[in-house]
């Protein structure tokens, strides 16, 4: 295992991030972008959704992000008669001591999974509201902060109706991205078979960081560079999505931190110590979609979320990305004959002339499909 002193550097970071990638990935096959997606919400200090049918790994991929980190993990089966003390803990009277004790419950971990978190009551959802946004619990006019790092990582399934309550539009916001495994290739399948069929995984899954490791990934997840033109370019895509036509909910200010948080992260999984459009763009869909509510008329017409958010990244312009060094900081060239010799959003002079649109994420792709 990999220890650092103040600040893990770029070259750490993707070594234990690769480790935790392979050890994930041996337990969920063929969903290396599923996995990419969690490992960045981890790094981004986010709280991850995994919506799925039944059968397809949601719980095994919670476990298996949970297991290949030396940290406490608790897991939590929501069901009806959940009570909200049940996660955030209960004060209860001691005779010895004639005073009341605090019992804490089980959001009180690094990793806390739920699982089917849809089938508890709304009382019970909203237990997690606190803990997920301001990562603390007020029990009895006391708070107690949580450990750090603290994510949340719940699974529910979309298509059962019978005992399950719909998630409020301030819980699905508080979450960083959702996820959809989706079906496995045929290979993927059968490796599956040869892998699962005699026994699970998970049971031969060792850590491979350690929760001050990921403590001090996040550290250096926060101090990479976005210039001013991608925050603006994630700006304007947030708020392109509270006037389009058929959305009657946009994305809130939180989902615009959300997005640039986990562009940050994406950026330093990739190597780099700034951030582009491109890694704004991949993340638009996870991010902003399942935030989104569309109108009666969108859904009689069967049209999703995420159809709505690609075509916001159609619409919306890039950024120019101008020549010479990428990194911020970076010496600055000469400005091309003819150019406006004002400095582009990377800190570059801007040649004359359109420049081509980057590359843009597929509808669907982003989400793990």
């Given at each position: 295992?990999?220890?650092?002193?103040?600040?893990?550097?770029?070259?750490?970071?993707?070594?234990?991030?690769?480790e935790?990638?392979?050890?994930?990935?041996?337990?969920?096959?063929?969903?290396?972008?599923?996995?990419?997606?969690?490992?960045?919400?981890?790094?981004?200090?986010?709280?991850?959704?995994?919506?799925?049918?039944?059968?397809?790994?949601?719980?095994?991929?919670?476990?298996?992000?949970?297991?290949?980190?030396?940290?406490?993990?608790?897991?939590?089966?929501?069901?009806?008669?959940?009570?909200?003390?049940?996660?955030?803990?209960?004060?209860?009277?001691?005779?010895?001591?004639?005073?009341?004790?605090?019992?804490?419950?089980?959001v009180?971990?690094?990793?806390?999974?739920?699982?089917?978190?849809?089938?508890?009551?709304?009382?019970?959802?909203?237990?997690?509201?606190?803990?997920?946004?301001?990562?603390?619990?007020?029990?009895?006019?006391?708070?107690?902060?949580?450990?750090?790092?603290?994510?949340v990582?719940?699974?529910?399934?979309?298509?059962?109706?019978?005992?399950?309550?719909?998630?409020?539009?301030?819980?699905?916001?508080?979450?960083?991205?959702?996820?959809?495994?989706?079906?496995?290739?045929?290979?993927?399948?059968?490796?599956?078979?040869?892998?699962?069929?005699?026994?699970?995984?998970?049971?031969?899954?060792?850590?491979?960081?350690?929760?001050?490791?990921?403590?001090?990934?996040?550290?250096?997840?926060?101090?990479?560079?976005?210039s001013?033109?991608?925050?603006?370019?994630?700006?304007?895509?947030?708020?392109?999505?509270?006037?389009?036509?058929?959305?009657?909910?946009?994305?809130?200010?939180?989902?615009?931190?959300?997005?640039?948080?986990?562009?940050?992260?994406?950026?330093?999984?990739a190597?780099?110590?700034?951030?582009?459009?491109?890694?704004?763009?991949?993340?638009?869909?996870?991010?902003?979609?399942?935030?989104?509510?569309?109108?009666?008329?969108?859904?009689?017409?069967?049209?999703?979320?995420?159809?709505?958010?690609?075509?916001?990244?159609?619409?919306?312009?890039?950024?120019?990305?101008?020549?010479?060094?990428?990194?911020?900081?970076?010496?600055?060239p000469?400005?091309?004959?003819?150019?406006?010799?004002?400095?582009?959003?990377y800190?570059?002079?801007?040649?004359?002339?359109?420049?081509?649109?980057?590359?843009?994420?597929?509808?669907?792709?982003?989400?793990?499909?």
């Amino acid at each position: 295992m990999t220890t650092y002193d103040e600040r893990a550097n770029l070259s750490d970071l993707s070594a234990t991030a690769g480790e935790v990638r392979r050890c994930v990935e041996s337990v969920i096959e063929g969903k290396p972008e599923v996995v990419r997606l969690s490992l960045t919400v981890l790094l981004a200090e986010g709280h991850l959704l995994i919506e799925d049918v039944p059968g397809v790994g949601k719980t095994m991929l919670a476990k298996a992000l949970a297991k290949t980190v030396d940290c406490s993990v608790r897991r939590i089966q929501f069901t009806p008669d959940l009570l909200p003390s049940d996660i955030t803990g209960v004060s209860v009277y001691d005779q010895q001591r004639k005073d009341f004790e605090f019992k804490p419950g089980a959001v009180f971990a690094q990793i806390v999974i739920g699982d089917e978190i849809n089938r508890a009551s709304p009382k019970t959802q909203s237990a997690l509201l606190e803990s997920m946004e301001e990562r603390q619990v007020t029990i009895d006019g006391q708070t107690y902060q949580l450990p750090d790092p603290f994510m949340v990582v719940a699974t529910q399934n979309p298509v059962e109706m019978e005992g399950t309550y719909p998630l409020p539009e301030a819980q699905r916001d508080r979450f960083m991205v959702r996820v959809s495994i989706g079906y496995p290739s045929p290979a993927a399948e059968l490796e599956m078979l040869d892998v699962h069929g005699g026994a699970s995984p998970l049971d031969d899954l060792q850590p491979v960081a350690h929760a001050h490791d990921i403590a001090k990934l996040i550290e250096t997840v926060r101090g990479v560079h976005v210039s001013d033109a991608v925050r603006r370019y994630a700006v304007e895509l947030v708020a392109a999505t509270r006037t389009h036509p058929d959305l009657r909910l946009g994305a809130s200010p939180r989902a615009t931190l959300h997005l640039l948080r986990a562009s940050k992260a994406a950026a330093a999984l990739a190597g780099r110590e700034f951030a582009l459009p491109d890694d704004v763009q991949s993340l638009a869909v996870p991010v902003l979609a399942h935030r989104l509510l569309p109108t009666a008329q969108a859904q009689l017409n069967r049209r999703t979320a995420e159809q709505m958010v690609s075509e916001i990244l159609q619409r919306v312009p890039v950024p120019a990305v101008g020549p010479g060094p990428s990194a911020p900081g970076g010496p600055m060239p000469a400005a091309a004959p003819g150019g406006s010799g004002v400095p582009g959003p990377y800190g570059q002079p801007q040649p004359p002339g359109p420049r081509p649109p980057l590359d843009r994420p597929q509808s669907g792709q982003a989400r793990g499909y």
